[in-house]
Every structure is written in structure tokens, then in C-alpha cells.
């Protein structure tokens, strides 16, 4: 999201092959939080990642690998005014809402 033509908010989503590129990630957080297999925190951003094997009855794509299984979303947030604290609660909110609408929009099993 753009807020006066600079980035202010984004989040995504990422299907990786590998749990490796989760515990690269999550160096930069400095608390965990429980969402997902594991989330994690900071004042600027929350991350969280999970299992996702797609249904048998999707069709096979090379985009979309039946090996690429983990799930790991972010959100960051940038120059954002008021209390560091009040980010923390806000992060972890909209992440423990942004874990399962992925889930349920990837139809994970």
C-alpha cells in the first residue's frame, strides 16, 4: 500500500521448497509470537510460516510444485508514527487473521 507515493504497508505471501529459507527470514525478528507453525515480531514487521500440501484434485503446474509445501508470510510497515508497542499488538493481530485466510484461500491440507 502507498500512502503519499511511498510504500507504508505491505504484505506477502511466499510457497517455498524449503524450511531453510524460514530460518533465514526470521534473524531480523526479535520476539515470537504464536500464529502458525511459528511467527515472529518486531516494531516494523510481523512473519509467520506454515505447511501447506495442495489438494490431490488441484492439476500439477511447474509454477506451483507439489514439493514447494511451506508457506511463509510478512508483513512490514514503514515510518509509521505512534507508539513501537501499539505496532507489536497491531502486527500480531492482522498476522493471526492473515495465517488462516491463506490457509483457506490456498487450500492447504
Keep these: 500500500?502507498?500512502?503519499d507515493g511511498n510504500t507504508g504497508f505491505l504484505a506477502t505471501a511466499n510457497r517455498l521448497p524449503s524450511y531453510?529459507?524460514?530460518e533465514l527470514r526470521r534473524e531480523p525478528y526479535d520476539s515470537k509470537i504464536q500464529?502458525?507453525?511459528?511467527?515472529?515480531?518486531?516494531?516494523?514487521?510481523?512473519?509467520?510460516?506454515f505447511t501447506c500440501n495442495r489438494p490431490a484434485n488441484l492439476p500439477k503446474d511447474r509454477w506451483h510444485p507439489n514439493s514447494e509445501k511451506y508457506i511463509i508470510l510478512e508483513i512490514d510497515i514503514w515510518e509509521?508514527?505512534?507508539?513501537p508497542v501499539d505496532h507489536r499488538k497491531i502486527l500480531t493481530s492482522l498476522?493471526?487473521?492473515?495465517?488462516p485466510f491463506a490457509q483457506q484461500k490456498l487450500r492447504c491440507q
Design 1 to 3: 500500500m502507498y500512502i
Design 80 to 83: 509509521s508514527p505512534g507508539n
Design 20 to 22: 531453510a529459507s524460514w
Design 35 to 49: 500464529v502458525g507453525r511459528e511467527g515472529v515480531l518486531s516494531d516494523v514487521g510481523a512473519a509467520s510460516y
Design 95 to 99: 498476522m493471526k487473521k492473515f495465517v
